[in-house]
């Protein structure tokens, strides 16, 4: 098991790059997919070697209840640093498990909270209107899938404008948006190293519906304007686990307009070989493949050790 049991856990750190070139060189759509595939692989690849780690730290503990020969000197060769690698993995993997339990309860407790007070309300087909002045509008996923938008909201925007909105929350709950959200904070939870990725697959989701809305109104600039419109008026998200239409930030709002803007971006899911975003993705590719790689390796290692040092 040697090395490879801790290599797993600075890995993460190559999809970096690309988690900040892939939105300029692919359609948001493959933007999501990607990041969030390498976040699942590379969290559940450094969880398992945080479990080896556990695994050999608790056999060393006094008082467990494993086997005595699992705390023997070739289980303790195994991992190099073994007390202290192997205490600070218990203490790592519990706070990770926590974090992340925290962060699953907090996500369906708003989503039960926000549908049992949108129930109440009169709403037509999926829309329910809020009797609050303030402008928001976001998507909340469910059985079924609403979409709560406020009467401040309708009032900034014109019919037109309004068509943009329904359809990029719609993009929003049809395209699974939260699932990929969820997916890319639990991996952050696992590992702090992969916490740029929520910021990344949160921007590429909003541009992914984005693109949606444009393509159902047919007219760019009337969603651009609909958005830029709607970031001058909304506050701050008090939901970030909902997926909102505008809400006011300093560098993606602009970022949204600007590439509304632009051309349609191409509809490939890699970016070319030949630039600096397509190096960047073989980087995340060989830096996931390592760290899979590595954590089958360290825990083939550790059942072999295990199962030896075990009498039948």
Same mark, same amino acid.
């Given at each position: 098991?040697?090395?490879?049991?801790?290599?797993?856990?600075?890995?993460?750190?190559?999809?970096?790059?690309? $988690?900040?070139?892939? *939105?300029?060189?692919?359609?948001?759509? *493959?933007?999501?997919?990607?990041?969030?595939?390498?976040?699942?692989?590379?969290?559940?690849?450094?969880?398992?070697?945080?479990?080896?780690? &556990?695994?050999?730290?608790?056999?060393?503990?006094?008082?467990?209840?494993?086997?005595?020969?699992?705390?023997?000197?070739? &289980?303790?060769?195994?991992?190099?640093?073994?007390?202290?690698?192997?205490?600070?993995?218990?203490?790592?993997?519990?706070? $990770?498990?926590? @974090?992340?339990?925290?962060?699953?309860?907090?996500?369906?407790?708003?989503?039960?909270? @926000?549908?049992?007070?949108? /129930?109440? %309300?009169?709403?037509?087909? /999926?829309?329910?209107?809020?009797?609050? /002045? !303030?402008?928001?509008?976001?998507?909340?996923?469910?059985?079924?899938?609403?979409?709560?938008?406020?009467?401040?909201? =309708?009032? @900034?925007?014109?019919? /037109?404008?309004?068509?943009?909105?329904?359809?990029?929350?719609?993009?929003?709950?049809?395209?699974?948006?939260?699932?990929?959200? +969820?997916?890319?904070?639990?991996?952050?939870?696992?590992?702090? =190293?992969?916490?740029? =990725?929520?910021?990344?697959?949160?921007?590429?989701?909003?541009?992914?519906?984005?693109?949606?809305?444009?393509?159902?109104?047919?007219?760019?600039? %009337?969603?651009?304007?609909?958005?830029?419109?709607?970031?001058?008026?909304?506050?701050?998200?008090?939901?970030?686990?909902?997926?909102?239409?505008?809400?006011?930030?300093?560098?993606?709002?602009?970022?949204?307009?600007?590439?509304?803007? $632009?051309?349609?971006?191409?509809?490939?899911?890699?970016?070319? !070989? =030949?630039?600096?975003?397509?190096?960047?993705?073989?980087?995340?590719?060989?830096?996931?493949?390592?760290?899979? +790689?590595?954590?089958?390796?360290?825990?083939?290692?550790?059942?072999?050790?295990?199962?030896?040092? @075990?009498?039948?």
């Amino acid at each position: 098991m040697g090395v490879f049991v801790f290599l797993p856990l600075v890995l993460p750190l190559t999809a970096l790059p690309i $988690a900040r070139l892939a *939105g300029q060189h692919l359609h948001p759509r *493959g933007t999501t997919r990607l990041l969030t595939v390498l976040a699942a692989v590379l969290a559940v690849c450094s969880t398992l070697c945080l479990g080896l780690l &556990v695994v050999v730290g608790t056999a060393q503990l006094p008082g467990n209840p494993l086997p005595d020969s699992w705390s023997d000197p070739e &289980v303790r060769a195994a991992v190099p640093y073994v007390e202290t690698a192997g205490t600070a993995g218990i203490v790592a993997l519990t706070a $990770a498990l926590v @974090t992340c339990a925290g962060e699953l309860r907090r996500h369906y407790r708003v989503r039960a909270r @926000t549908h049992r007070a949108l /129930d109440v %309300l009169p709403h037509r087909s /999926d829309v329910a209107v809020l009797p609050d /002045d !303030a402008p928001y509008a976001y998507a909340v996923p469910g059985r079924p899938g609403r979409i709560a938008v406020s009467r401040g909201m =309708l009032r @900034t925007l014109d019919a /037109d404008e309004r068509r943009a909105l329904f359809a990029h929350e719609r993009a929003h709950l049809t395209g699974r948006h939260h699932r990929f959200l +969820l997916t890319v904070r639990l991996a952050g939870c696992l590992n702090p =190293l992969l916490l740029p =990725l929520r910021s990344a697959v949160a921007f590429s989701t909003e541009r992914w519906a984005d693109e949606e809305a444009a393509r159902a109104v047919g007219d760019r600039r %009337l969603t651009a304007r609909a958005v830029g419109k709607a970031a001058l008026v909304s506050r701050p998200a008090v939901t970030p686990e909902l997926a909102h239409f505008a809400a006011p930030g300093p560098g993606p709002v602009p970022r949204r307009v600007a590439a509304l803007l $632009a051309p349609v971006p191409p509809a490939r899911s890699w970016p070319p !070989a =030949l630039t600096p975003a397509g190096f960047a993705a073989l980087v995340a590719a060989a830096g996931t493949a390592a760290s899979a +790689l590595s954590s089958l390796n360290a825990a083939v290692a550790l059942f072999l050790v295990l199962k030896t040092a @075990t009498p039948l």
